[in-house]
């Protein structure tokens, strides 16, 4: 009869712990939906000499422009860009600043 309330008890167990993990994956680890669909820094290649991001699959490097913004400068931890008379960062992976709704569609 023990026997029985045991496995029955561990069950239960077993069932809340893959219910938090359920719950755990659905809150922190779905994808995140950004703002738009261009503008995304997927990372930075950093050297003192030529550091280089890239952006929507293209390496740039400071100067170089990407759907008319241009890249000013370049860190370790993020991509300044330049638009006209406005300036914003951007880290990698950050959803796109509001500044790339402004610029012409790429399409």
Do not use: H
């Amino acid at each position: 009869m023990r026997t029985a309330y045991n496995v029955k008890v561990l069950t239960w167990l077993q069932l809340c712990a893959i219910t938090i993990a359920i719950l755990f994956a659905w809150f922190y680890v779905k994808p995140r939906r950004t703002v738009a669909s261009y503008g995304v820094v997927d990372g930075i290649l950093y050297s003192r000499e030529k550091p280089s991001a890239l952006v929507d699959g293209q390496v740039l490097t400071v100067g170089d422009q990407i759907y008319g913004v241009k890249i000013v400068e370049i860190s370790k931890s993020m991509v300044v860009f330049e638009n006209g008379n406005i300036r914003w960062q951007q880290r990698v992976r950050e959803r796109p600043n509001p500044a790339w709704e402004q610029i012409e569609s790429p399409d």
